[in-house]
T-cell receptor, first 111, second 111 residues
Framework: SQTIHQWPATLVQPVGSPLSLECTVE??????LYWYRQAAGRGLQLLFY??????ISSEVPQNLSASRPQDRQFILSSKKLLLSDSGFYLC??????????FGSGTQLSVL | GENVEQHPSTLSVQEGDSAVIKCTYS??????FPWYKQELGKGPQLIID???NVGEKKDQRIAVTLNKTAKHFSLHITETQPEDSAVYFC??????????WGAGTKLIIKP
């Protein structure tokens, strides 16, 4: 069966520090991969998605970037975090036109 | 572009009563409609989905109905229990496109 791993679960970072969140999927190949963000008590905002290795689409202009170095690995990064980058970050995967599955999320607090 | 509206934003029901959450979508080409449940601090979990060739789908206490003419779909939870308390998200998509999300409904089950 397929599983998605996302880490860390919680992260506290100072303003101006770098960020790296990692997500891996097991039990499938060629998945579409997604990064979402949720502000506290708010909805799901799509940040990036990828349909293949090295292929990244950005949905909103921002301080973050994403990379897909391997088929089942998706990384969210920042060179210098801003206060506004705080939030709950979710990785997700799906096969084309099939169900979307989320990871357990990373709560990022930028102080 | 596609837009999904979700109502109400908060719903409080007595334990044992039914809960109904409604979503409307704008793109008549949308053909896939999932519902997700998100508990505090966790990633959203798919609870039920429906495709446009079906008008209703049921899974134990949960059901989804779809009205393609009116472009709306609803989540029905019967015999609500305390563990049903969560935030529920609806979404809509058409083939090969991204999911468009509703803003979420916070469901509170009163004991």
């Amino acid at each position: 069966s397929q599983t998605i791993h996302q880490w860390p679960a919680t992260l506290v970072q100072p303003v101006g520090s770098p960020l790296s969140l990692e997500c891996t999927v097991e039990g499938t190949s060629n998945p579409n991969l997604y990064w979402y963000r949720q502000a506290a008590g708010r909805g799901l905002q799509l940040l990036f998605y990828s349909v293949g290795i090295g292929q990244i689409s950005s949905e909103v202009p921002q301080n973050l970037s994403a990379s897909r170095p391997q088929d089942r690995q998706f990384i969210l990064s920042s060179k210098k975090l801003l206060l506004s980058d705080s939030g709950f970050y979710l990785c997700a995967w799906r096969k084309v036109n099939e169900k979307l599955f989320f990871g357990s999320g990373t709560q990022l607090s930028v102080l | 572009g596609e837009n999904v509206e979700q109502h109400p934003s908060t719903l409080s029901v007595q334990e044992g009563d039914s809960a109904v959450i409604k979503c409307t979508y704008s793109d008549s080409a949308s053909n896939y409609f999932p519902w997700y449940k998100q508990e505090l601090g966790k990633g959203p979990q798919l609870i039920i989905d429906i495709r446009s060739n079906v008008g209703e789908k049921k899974d134990q206490r949960i059901a989804v109905t779809l009205n393609k003419t009116a472009k709306h779909f609803s989540l029905h939870i019967t015999e609500t229990q305390p563990e049903d308390s969560a935030v529920y998200f609806c979404a809509a998509s058409k083939s090969n496109y991204q999911l468009i999300w509703g803003a979420g409904t916070k469901l509170i089950i009163k004991p």
